[in-house]
């Protein structure tokens, strides 16, 4: 089915058309039209046309309304103030409308997909190899993923790409240990779980480091190890495979706690760039993009100094020989503009690490990897902080788990839905629970800009009340409940019916879904969603609490009510999907 235009495309596009009728040298102009609460729409750009023609502003305004067609979708539209428009549309126009968007058969609700669309990386929930995932791994996971909806949803074509810790010193010294104590990963069957891959790996990384900062000869032989490593040595890599196969295993069984879909071929560590790392220093130093510097390979700016006032440059290659973050970055960069045909990078990384990636697109810039035709993009995240407004921290003062976070999540919502459930067996009780506990995390993420920090207050996030994803399930929930009621009696619109303030406030906002859609994956934004998703079930909630459904005045009536009922129904749970948030049919 053909997208739908939305009703503030189509009073757009008559305001525009009547705009350059009036003066035709606003040919083009954006008629600046937005949600009022002094109308359905106020359009505020004629002022700046005005003055930029000398003209009057109030006398421009009523020549535009003297040449906008209205009728059929608009309804009314005066002049207010200095040169406002307020603009109310036609209730025939807003059923229309969203009847169009209800019967799309994709499933869609009338949103396009891009005419042209691109390909994008996205590189995000990158943990480390035989290391614990922490509440620090959560950001980069959980916005990650929505930026893929929301992407792909529109159409874009998009690689992702989860750079996980794989390679480093820290592998010589895990490898050997091994080598010396062979029987540390075996398992006692077959199915092992996450927590006991985990559990293995963390006694033994333990053992390890143990044994490294107390033993010389030992330290001596791990970091030969190293070198093995890095020169491929076959036994080693089997080695440093088996940890690398146990920590997925862990990995997976995370991200599955956390409902996201994680792929095999997906998983590019920074050991995929290994054989790349030679050449790239090669092309940036031939290319005089980096110099030597007291033996390191170094790419100086002008702009980033040290304290001392000295300039800092990025380390391509260290005087060792051996190779920093920078020059796998940089080989990523390479693989992913050439081999994968990416026409935009976009890294979800901890803002703390701006600077790197800032020294490290210009580098690509300047080595011509990165152009007009390609960016890269970091999509920084804040700190998630404690109660007190601190870094989220244990009470001894640790890193808090990532998987203990979740579990207590899941508890807390699984004694929120214990207390409501009236008819949901103890298996139903846990599902929901889950679904929702992890819900709430989700979306306390995702509701906040990515920039900003953010408290993690449980307590808050599994409350019915406020802007919580459990206020949006309930919501979905109480809607799939009166579709049940209803019966025989099946949703249709009736564009003839006149409609009252909640119905016209929740069929405009509806409207609005496509256009919401598309400027959260144009900018990265999944809180611009969350923040449409709540607005959505507040005006729900009182059309709920203002207009009766399944007792209203007419079969007519019945019907256009459960149909915008079904329509918000839908939306609800398509929009909660581009945030990776499930909503379930009973609560």
Not at 248 to 273: N, R
Request: with cysteine.
């Amino acid at each position: 089915m053909a997208s739908v235009t939305s009703l503030s495309d189509s009073v757009q596009q008559r305001l525009a058309s009547a705009l350059s009728a009036s003066l035709p040298e606003a040919a083009g102009a954006d008629p600046l039209l937005r949600r009022s609460d002094r109308a359905d729409f106020q359009a505020n750009g004629i002022l700046a046309l005005a003055k930029k023609a000398k003209a009057n502003p109030r006398e421009l305004a009523t020549q535009v309304v003297s040449q906008v067609v209205a009728g059929d979708v608009i309804k009314e539209i005066e002049v207010s103030g200095p040169g406002f428009l307020n603009i109310t549309i036609t209730d025939r126009a807003i059923t229309e409308n969203l009847a169009a968007r209800y019967a799309d058969e994709t499933g869609r609700l009338g949103v396009p997909l891009a005419a042209e669309p691109g390909t994008t990386v996205i590189d995000y929930a990158q943990p480390n190899v035989a290391k614990e995932m922490h509440v620090g791994h959560l950001r980069s996971a959980v916005i990650g993923d929505s930026v893929v909806q929301l992407l792909e949803f529109t159409g874009e074509n998009v690689v992702r790409r989860h750079h996980i810790g794989d390679w480093g010193t820290q592998f010589g010294m895990l490898i050997q240990y091994l080598d010396e104590h062979p029987h540390e990963l075996d398992h006692k069957s077959a199915e092992v779980t996450g927590e006991e891959a985990m559990s293995n790996l963390d006694r033994l990384y333990k053992a390890a480091r143990k044994k490294f900062d107390a033993d010389e000869e030992f330290k001596t032989r791990a970091r030969r190890r190293v070198v093995d490593l890095q020169a491929g040595d076959p036994k080693t890599l089997a080695m440093w495979q088996k940890f690398v196969d146990e920590s997925k295993i862990y990995f997976f069984s995370v991200f599955e706690k956390l409902d996201m879909e994680i792929q095999d071929p997906d998983i590019v560590g920074e050991s995929g760039y290994n054989d790349m790392l030679a050449e790239t220093c090669r092309l940036l130093e031939e290319s005089g993009v980096a110099v030597r510097s007291e033996g390191a390979l170094c790419v100086f700016f002008d702009d980033i100094k040290g304290p001392d006032g000295n300039l800092v440059p990025l380390i391509v290659q260290k005087s060792d020989g051996g190779y920093g973050y920078a020059a796998t970055d940089l080989s990523a960069i390479r693989d992913r503009v050439f081999n994968l045909k990416a026409n935009t990078i976009v890294y979800v990384v901890d803002a703390r690490q701006a600077l790197h990636f800032r020294m490290v697109f210009e580098t690509a810039r300047r080595a011509g990897w990165l152009n007009d035709d390609v960016t890269a993009f970091q999509l920084a995240f804040g700190t998630v902080l404690g109660k007190d407004g601190k870094p989220f921290k244990t009470r001894e003062g640790e890193t808090v788990r990532l998987v203990d976070l979740l579990d207590e999540a899941v508890d807390r919502a699984s004694a929120v839905v214990r207390e409501k459930a009236q008819d949901l067996s103890e298996e139903e009780i846990a599902e929901r629970g889950a679904q929702v506990g992890i819900g709430a995390v989700k979306y306390a993420d995702l509701s906040t800009s990515a920039n900003r920090d953010y408290k993690f207050d449980l307590d808050q996030m599994v409350s019915l009340n406020g802007d919580t994803s459990v206020y949006l399930q309930y919501a979905y929930a109480r809607i799939r409940s009166i579709l049940r009621k209803a019966g025989e009696v099946r949703p249709a619109a009736h564009p003839e019916l006149a409609l009252v303030d909640a119905e016209r406030a929740l069929g405009l906002h509806a409207d609005s879904f496509a256009e919401t859609v598309a400027e959260a994956a144009k900018e990265y934004a999944p809180h611009k969603l969350a923040a449409y998703l709540y607005q959505l079930a507040s005006l729900y909630t009182t059309f709920y609490d203002k207009c009766p459904v399944l007792k209203a005045e007419t079969p007519d009536q019945v019907e256009n009510r459960l149909f915008l009922c079904d329509i918000t129904a839908r939306t609800l749970h398509q929009g909660m999907a581009l945030l990776g948030i499930r909503t379930p049919e009973k609560l």
